[in-house]
């Protein structure tokens, strides 16, 4: 019998190659069908209308002169008079019509009275919205003695650092398509959560359908990162508003809506005072931080300090604060960057107190990094070699004669990563064919691709013996993909289904082969006997001894396969032209441990992804909002900008793959890596420059007022 | 997007015939690569469009003893292709090339860059070109102005000029062919440019019925030592913070006559008479590079936020200035 445990290296074919991804040629081509490009006959566009105010009370709604323009054909209604709304962007309601120009003008034909109400969609000030009654404290957390480990230090570093709101910016806006027939519901639409999606529908009264009548595909994705786990009030506007007109309907978010609602990232501002020895021992963390993640109490409480959570004598109090802005949702890593920038800028501060290089620094304190120190201490001196640390290290401040000077800069980071519950089903075909099926979702990450390769490892088989069905509810139901859940969930239930549907076989071909199926193989398109390749039939042939009937076996995930917790070191090397403040990229390094790695390629391209989101929010992006107003300035790609490839630099990935980290079995990789690279750029900044540029992100701007050169009014 | 009538003309008369008495009844299509964002966000919603690509006589580059005439729905990309004519205009060259994407250039015209819309995030939100709250209170300096003018700011408009093409232009002493029912003109290209100083006017002297139709620059800005530089936050897709384009007459070392155009600084292509005053008779080095800078930067009224922008302007500056010469 096959067993299900991951083959050694020796016998790996497919697992831990460099492989490319078996939708790549079709997204590259533009023959993959995304959400946008489903348009079923008779399709009507839906657009929504949204809250102009930051908050409102909305005192009249009149759509008659909207559903009589020739075209309109359905009005759905979220909040109607008496409802308050809570940012701008809140949702009031959806009109669908043959255009999306139609749609967009009967929208703004909707008449709609507002009682404006006061807000605050700004959390910089703390103490006004403290004054507004818009704070609660979440955490306070003592450890230790704060004041007897700040006495005993015999250096103190005191700092502000703030990361903004920012968005999640999938490439792929959210939407979908809705179609009914008769009783049941067909749905496009771009989810992370393809096994779930049925059961949310199920719940709206407007609907009334059960979940069992909803099929839902989602083939291919633009990205969610986060922001797609629910249908969404437009999800399920789409099928109410196809169920009125009883028309398909499409309602996909342009980028201004989904800026203002589809997501944004809390921020996280604080004070925080570092207490060490003169020999660069830590003894005491004391922080005060607060965020904003609209109107929901969100916080990031119990991170800080991130990763040294050793440090004998520590505070930490935090303050979420409620502000008019769009809702928060699970951001890459959520809370991470945030918590790692404020740490990692704080305890480098430190280190540039001290005069200490900060690598010497964070190896001296690893002490304080709990169970992964040795594995953070691997990853940094391997990271410190392909950055060439010790040659481009020096003091706060390059000396340079000239404008440009250059800096390094480095964090550490962790996250979890355990595989989400699930099931797959794998089919053998008489004729040797094979399908592999799972209600997962590929994000875009290459998760078709890693089933792929699991199935046909398992099975002996070529990656095109096996064809991967995902992307839809009619599958066995797989969990979410958030939380770097998804390749730990799909690889093991792949695992388990095949091998299950392999030993079927093997039992079937032993007689013939004159042996049990215990002594039995699947290697090379070719049942055999262990180690014996003359005793062997071909995969084909053994295929068709199941005579009519396929074999069909089921998969769930399995913890002997997977595992939970890893680290991370991240460097960067930045140039700053200090006369200008604009901040150039040069380099990337970042060094990852994962587990067993099925794919080498996706991996590396997650890693890849990571470091240049990363890039992004360090140096670029930023949620705008005016108080006078209430709204967003940027909700926009123009001036909420995002990196460019010319502003992304070199990037060196290493994958950490030696023999007893692939013991772990399997673990989630798409979160860590995009946790590091706003403290490492940041702190590469200072490194250049001399001083600290204490906000994300690094505009130039903020970068020649940290200078001094900013000439504030 | 409101409904409009589309015309198409053949022709710089049928054009302007087609052109309304304000800019509510018509509004010229050129690349469209920013009339149609505006009309999709209901910023400006014009009853009729008229296209003017489809005019032969509006597109081209062509060189004479006059100078080089360049057809105002001439392609960026057509203009930056070609790089004969465009050498002697270093200057030039590099704002068109910081006009991107590779798209942007190859939909946008070089009228359409001079005519643009602010990008005022304001203006671009529907608070009005001259961004202001029910009551009438600007919006900008109490709100986010980071982006917005540091010189000629007393208000009412706060916004800067977006046009990439302007500064060196000016410079280069460019004229505009200007073109309407009662015939043409030529204006120097400063001239198409005005500080609003209510909500009557527009940041363009163009009446509704006017088409801007040709650039000329001089024969005799082909000996002009001439550069721009633009500081940017991102290499590409991203506007300049600040840019200066400078051209300089010299006279051996020596700067006889110097012209010095900051763009993105003003409600108007900002014109730095004080740089140009300390560099006129010096020879032109590092220090005086940067002493010009200072000099361009003296009058700056910055706001709340845009501070920094000072500092750019210095270097934007001398930085153009010492590239000019190199």
Known sequence: MANIAWP????????????????????????????????????????????????????????????????????????????????????????????????????????????????????????????????????????????????????????????????????????????????????????????????????????????????????????????????????????????????????????????????????????????????????????????????????????????????????????????????????????????????????????????????????????????????????????????????????????????????????????????????????????????VATGTQDLGTGTRTVINIVAAETLGLPLDGIRVEIGDNKYPPDGASGGSTTVGGVSSSTRVSATNALNQLLAKVAPALGTTPDKLEAVAEKIQVIGDPAKAISWKQACARLGTTPIVAMGQRNMSLISSGVGGAQMAEVSVDVETGVVHMEKMVAVQDCGLIIDIKTATSQVYGACIMGTCYALHEEKIMDQQTGTCLNPNMEFYKLSGLDDVGDIVVHMMTDPAIESRGVIGLGEPPVISPGAAIANAVANAIGVRVPELPMTPERVLDALGKGEMA | MRDFEYGNPSSLKQAIALLGANFDQAQVLAGGTDLISLMKDYIVTPRRVVNIKGIADLRGVHESAAGLRIGSATVLEDLFERPAPLHPFPSLRTAIAGVSSAQMRSMGTVGGDLLQRPRCWYFRNGFGLLARDSQGRSLVPNGDNRYHAIFDNAGPAYFVSPSSLAPPLITLGATARVTGPKGSREIPVAELFRTPRDASEREHTLGPKDILTEILIPARSRTLRNATYEVRERHVMDWPLVTASVALRMEGKRVRQATVVLGQVAPTPWRSQAAERALAGKELDEAAAAHAGDAAAQGAHPLSRNGYKVQLVRVAVKRALLQAIA
């Open chain 1, 8 to 435: 050694p290296a020796s016998k790996r074919g497919l697992i831990g190659k460099s492989i490319s991804r078996i939708d790549g040629p079709e997204k590259a081509s533009g023959r993959a069908k995304y959400t946008y490009d489903q348009n079923p006959v008779n399709l009507l566009y839906a657009k929504m209308l949204t809250s102009p105010y930051a908050h409102a009370k909305i005192t009249a709604l009149d759509t008659s002169e909207a559903e009589r323009m020739p075209g309109v054909r359905a009005v759905y209604v979220f909040n109607g008079v008496g409802k308050e709304v809570n940012w701008e962007g809140h949702e009031i309601l959806a009109v669908a019509a043959d255009s999306e120009e139609l749609a967009e003008d009967a929208v703004r034909r909707v008449r709609v009275e507002f009682q404006q109400l006061p807000y605050l969609v700004d959390d910089a000030d703390l103490a006004l919205a403290t004054k507004d009654g818009r704070t609660r404290q979440l955490g306070a957390e003592t450890s230790g003695d704060p004041a007897a480990g700040f006495q005993q230090a015999e250096v103190t570093s005191e700092g502000n650092y703030a990361i903004p709101v920012i968005t999640h910016c999938c490439l792929e806006s959210h939407g979908s398509v809705a179609q009914w027939a008769g009783d049941k519901l067909n749905v496009w639409i771009s989810t992370q959560n393809v096994s779930g999606a049925a059961g949310e529908y199920a719940q709206s009264p407007d609907l009334n359908v059960p979940a069992s009548n909803v099929n839902v595909d989602c083939q291919v994705m633009g990205g969610g990162f986060g922001s797609k786990f629910g249908i969404d009030t437009w999800g399920l506007a789409a099928a109410a508003l196809a169920k009125k007109s009883g028309r398909p309907v499409k309602l996909m978010l342009d980028r201004k809506p989904e800026l203002l609602m589809a997501g944004s990232r809390p921020s996280l501002r604080g004070k925080i005072r570092v207490g060490a020895k003169r020999d660069g021992t830590i003894v005491a963390w004391d922080s005060d931080s607060w965020g904003t993640g609209g109107m929901g109490v969100v916080g990031i409480h119990g991170l800080l300090p991130y990763i040294f959570r050793d440090i004998p004598n520590r505070g930490s109090r935090y303050t979420a604060v409620r502000t008019n802005t769009g809702p928060a949702r699970a951001w890459r890593a959520p809370n991470h960057p945030q918590a790692c920038f404020l740490t990692m800028a704080a305890l480098d501060d430190m280190a540039a107190k001290l005069g200490m290089d900060p690598l010497d620094f964070f190896l001296k304190n690893l002490s304080l990094a709990g169970e992964r120190a040795a594995l953070y201490q691997e990853e940094l001196q391997k990271a410190a070699e392909l950055m060439e640390w010790k040659a481009k290290w020096h003091p706060r401040g390059d000396k340079t004669p000239g404008p440009i000077k250059r800096g390094v800069g480095l964090s550490i980071h962790t996250w979890g990563g355990l595989g989400h519950d699930g099931y797959c089903r794998t089919t053998i075909h008489p004729d040797g064919s094979v399908e």
